[in-house]
């Protein structure tokens, strides 16, 4: 089969690798890179970077977090899936046993060797797919951000990539120069620009693409940035944003840079784009949010706090699209230029003087702000517990759950809520514990009993359910008496649990009807209604 795919979604995604084969460890301390074996191999290997601060921020571009669809994806292709971990730079042999490699939106700039050794895994006849992102997606405050890593150069600071950085940085930055080696060795260069919630439905033909767009309609962009082709004989573009955008139009919210730079289409460059490189080949794309899922796996290095990412990888065409790309990857062929096979050519992208490495300039000064005292992005012993590179596991997130009836009485008539924590610290105690019932559109429409018997009034809404405090399995439950009002009708609601306002833990769709329900309360029996 040629570039076919049975999908996946991310909630599935430990299930799916059960399914597809098993998980092997590769060696490494404490938090060992996880090793993705198919069922049914195809011959073939394909390595995620994740030694470039892939996990900064809020980013989890990982193959068992934020990028496991792709990576379950390739898996069900027969491909083994293995991620690169290691504080030393990437070299040549750590790429030899691969096909392709994939290096997701990097935070930490390459060495001028690892980019010899990328060069060389290509013209040796692997694959590279290069994943950035928009400009001043600066995730963990170094003054760089994907798209100026992937192309070799800091904007604004072509003559000293380290400006602005303390002497720890600057050690860090040993063996980083500047060049633009993207252009130079790939023949694209990723743009500045921020675009954002635009689908890039300008889509070249299969036959004008070695298939790779077959069956793709759509790809969906979300804060990314476009490339400019450089060298038409080794890059060429397969999607691109539509024509006769605006330079404000579906621009980023919080983008430093302007939105589009030639008013999209073709002169706007590609938002994808693939190459020919010696034996190998290459291919780009702008933005990772097609490629993230929903689980990400650790937590944020700078604060601790649990990430949220994009299930972008079930949007429109975006996941076949992204294992069509790896599978002409992988597929070695002997010609050297696009010039040298029957496809027509791109033109080389306008380009603005601000793009020339040598005459860019910073828009705002970086970073975009300070980050938390402490963090040191080149220093993992700063980094919080639970993030990648960290000596010390997450802490666990509690599980809650609430019962009630199968049918909650809308009559007003008295029922039982049980409410109940585990994966708790043991002793731990909350005491900001609040709970409504709410129709669709968000009208409140219960009350919690209070201690004393009494009700509330006629406020409905969030109220108390009173203090949690964990037993020492980290287990915490207390059952709570409610009623329904203030104009409910038989139909669907919501059941939800906050810790404090605005941080809703927990939500559930629940079922208001005629039927009561027994309870004895306050000596008080209630019977079932007829």
Partial sequence: ?????????????FVLLLTFGSIAAAEGPNDPAPVLNP????????????????????????????????????????????????????????????????????????????????VAFADNGGGVFFIADHYNADRNFNRWDSNEIMNGWRRGAYEDPTKGMNIGEQEAM????????LSEEFGV????????????????????AFGITEGIGEVTIHAG???????????????????????????????????????GGTDEGPFTAIGKKGDGKSAFIGDSSPVEDSTPKYRNEEHGETKRTYDGFTDADNGLLLVNIVNWLADQEDYQAFSEVDIPLDEPSPILDMETPENSSEPENEPWREPAEGYLWYEPSTFADGAFGSEVSPPKDIIYNIETPEVVPVDGTPFEATITLTDME??????????????????AVSQIQNEDGSWPGNSYGYQSIGILEADESGEAEVTVTMRVGNGASEGNANIRLRLGAGNNVYTKTIMLGAQSVSLEYSEVIYPIAG
């Fill in 39 to 118: 069922e049914e191999p195809n011959g073939m290997k394909v390595l995620f970077d994740n030694s470039h601060g892939q996990t900064a921020g809020q980013s989890d571009w990982v193959i068992d977090g934020a990028f496991s669809d792709f990576a379950d994806a390739l898996v069900e292709e027969g491909y083994v899936v293995q991620e690169h971990r290691s504080t030393e730079p990437l070299s040549l042999e750590n790429l030899e046993d691969f096909n392709v490699l994939v290096i997701p939106e990097a935070q930490i700039p390459f060495k001028t060797s690892e980019q010899d050794a990328i």
């Fill in 426 to 443: 043991p002793g731990q105690v909350i005491e900001n514990a609040e709970m409504q019932i709410y129709l669709d559109g968000g009208k």
């Fill in 1 to 13: 089969m040629k570039y076919a795919l049975r999908w996946t979604m991310s909630a599935l995604s």
């Fill in 174 to 181: 040993n063996g980083v120069e500047s060049t633009d080696w």
């Fill in 225 to 263: 940035s476009t490339l400019a082709v450089t060298n038409p004989e080794i890059a060429k573009g397969i999607v691109y944003l539509p024509e006769g955008l605006t330079e404000g139009e579906n621009k980023w919210n919080n983008a430093v840079d302007q939105g589009v730079y030639f008013g």
């Fill in 189 to 208: 260069r990723f743009r500045f620009n921020a675009i954002d919630n635009t689908i890039g439905d300008d889509i070249v033909p299969s036959s004008e």
